[in-house]
């Protein structure tokens, strides 16, 4: 848009997946509505990349989660965008000698075991109500618990002494992955095209003291009747975006749901046929500060490389180029001196530092597995909150942060006709 409006019904905070789900759901309400946006696109934590000619790289989310349930699915079937079905590169493609099939056996045994033993706490934890971390179902001494906890940082962007044992198994995974060919970002992208948009927009103020609702930007003052609020946690906690009068409850419950870190990184790939397409690179490191690696995504002449948490966060703070050189290194030390030679850096995320993100995707800290709800409630029936930390069980996704979108604008519509 090329003019911010002075006055709408209905104002929405945000353009990543939540927003955009909430923006087509109130398309033909009847209701003026306007989506801003302090980045100058749409998409949020979903960004697609062109990393290099015929290198497709997703900064963001990659992943089509339970695809079976995932309303990305029938929107990228509308959109014609390719939905490539190949087998995730996790369990079952490893590659190499780094990660012998008897270790790998080993470690994945330990890995079941440990979900075992957290869904038998998570039950208690329910009967009793008393939460409590996830690494506390560990096996003490067990060798592959590093490891187990590098996986965590993968899933839920942090350790699992920082994650809710009712959370981890509130979240609802039907074990199908798929992947858009051109990019889960390029996607949502497409999606948010036909919304009506206010880029380059950040908010800084919701004032919901008068009649309606006033809402501060980059790009001038606005009023609204409803506001939905779809910014991550993160921005919310550390009181980036201020409400007046203040919302206690909402801050809480945002810091009860911190965002965790999960970076990306690609490296084209010289000689790529050495390689197996949709491969799977790590060793059995016995430690938790390690990445994994995808070979040759979509058959492409490259490696994706994916780290978490704290490690990540290191990563980051020690400058551009720091994830792309730690990658090299291990791999390396997995397939020999010769790859680095082979690889070159092209691309990586730093979710950390990016203003408007302040890390990747959300987790309950113990105890604080009931914030979701506390954060997705309205507020006097005109402020509205989504977004993936305000799904109840496809938290960390982004078709549970559409779909979040959905439910908000929902309420809205609701509120309206109360």
């Known amino acids: 848009m090329s003019s911010l409006p002075s006055s709408v019904d209905v104002a929405i905070i945000g353009a990543g997946a939540a927003g955009l789900g909430a923006a087509h759901a109130l398309n ?7 989506v801003l946006e302090a980045r100058d696109r749409v998409g949020g934590r979903a960004h697609t990349i062109q990393a290099a000619p015929g290198i497709t790289f997703d900064l963001g989310c990659g992943w ?33 000698k780094a990660f012998p099939q008897s270790e790998r056996d080993a470690f994945v045994r330990a ?49 699992l002494d920082q994650v809710s044992i009712l959370d981890m198994d509130a979240y609802e995974d039907t074990n199908i992955n798929w992947r858009v060919r051109r990019g889960y970002g390029a996607l949502i992208a497409a999606y948010g095209a036909s919304c009506p948009l206010a ?26 009747d409803k506001v939905i609020v779809t910014v991550p946690t993160n921005l919310i906690a550390d009181e980036a975006i201020r409400f007046h ?19 990306k990184v690609m490296l084209a790939l010289d000689e790529p046929e050495q390689l197996p397409k949709d491969g799977n690179l790590r060793g059995a490191t016995m430690r938790t500060e390690m990445g994994t690696f995808h070979l040759r995504p979509f058959g492409q002449p490259c490696i994706e490389g994916f780290f978490g948490g704290k490690f990540a966060q290191a990563l980051e703070d020690a400058g551009d180029g720091a994830i792309a ?20 850096p092209l691309s990586e995320s730093r979710w950390a530092h990016d203003p408007f993100a302040r890390g990747s995707y959300s987790h309950a800290l113990p105890g604080h597995a009931g914030m979701r709800a506390v954060l997705a409630a309205p507020v006097d029936g005109r402020l509205f909150f989504a977004g993936e930390a305000t799904s109840p069980g496809f938290f960390s996704t982004a ?15 609701a509120a309206r006709t109360a």
């Open 28 to 34: 033909n309400s009847g209701l003026a509505t306007i």
């Open 64 to 96: 089509l989660h339970s695809a079976d349930q995932n309303t990305f699915v029938e929107i990228a079937e509308r959109l014609n965008f390719e939905i490539d079905k190949t087998l995730p590169p996790w369990r079952e493609r490893a590659y190499g």
């Open 111 to 159: 890995l079941d075991e440990f979900y075992g033993r957290a869904d038998a706490a998570a039950q208690q934890a329910r009967t009793s109500g008393r939460d409590s971390a996830a690494d506390l179902c560990l096996e003490p001494g067990n060798r592959w618990n590093p490891m187990i906890d590098a996986i965590s940082t993968y899933i839920n962007g942090c350790g």
């Open 199 to 224: 880029l380059n927009c950040k908010v800084a103020l919701i004032d919901h003291s008068g009649k309606r609702v006033r809402i501060e930007t980059s790009q001038g003052t606005l009023s609204a």
């Open 245 to 263: 009068p203040a919302l206690p409850a909402k801050v809480d419950a945002a810091r009860g749901l911190p965002l965790g870190l999960a970076d």
């Open 325 to 344: 050189a730690q990658s090299i290194d291990e791999i390396a030390a997995f397939l020999g001196n010769d790859y680095r030679r082979k690889l070159k």
């Open 399 to 413: 078709h549970g942060a559409r779909d979040s979108g959905e439910r908000a604008a929902g309420e809205v519509i």
